[in-house]
């Protein structure tokens, strides 16, 4: 079985590093970018299987990344996870406008992250 590719998008070096180890850990090949542009171009050129993707992020922010790949029809069908320590309900609203289908505030449960990631993966 071919390994599902994540793409981890923060500008926190260290919480890249730290679920990257749990995403390999899980199974998953990870790419990684650490801004909104640099998002857009991995994301683009290595089409990954799932994003996980931080909300303010240098460049570009996180909503803004989301809403260019899910209004692109190659790439619109790639789930998206944004995660940040954002909680408002007006910020969860934001993401389901621009596509997301998924929103993950931190800290986090790594176990809730990876079940998450499972149930998109099948969708």
Do not use: H, W
Request: neutral net charge; charged residues 35%.
């Amino acid at each position: 079985m071919d390994k599902k590719k994540i793409l981890v998008v923060d500008d926190e070096r260290d919480l890249v590093e730290i679920m990257t180890f749990r995403l390999k850990g899980a199974g998953y090949d990870v790419l990684t970018a650490y801004d909104g542009q640099e998002a857009l171009d991995r994301a683009r050129r290595d089409k990954p299987d799932l994003i996980i993707l931080d909300l303010m992020l240098p460049k570009i922010d996180g909503y803004k990344v989301c809403g260019m790949l899910k209004f692109d029809t190659r790439f619109k069908k790639i789930p998206v996870i944004l995660f940040t320590a954002r909680a408002q309900e007006a910020d969860r609203n934001t993401g389901k406008e621009v596509g997301a289908d998924a929103y993950i505030t931190k800290p986090f449960e790594s176990q809730a992250l990876l079940d998450k990631i499972e149930e998109l993966l099948k969708r």
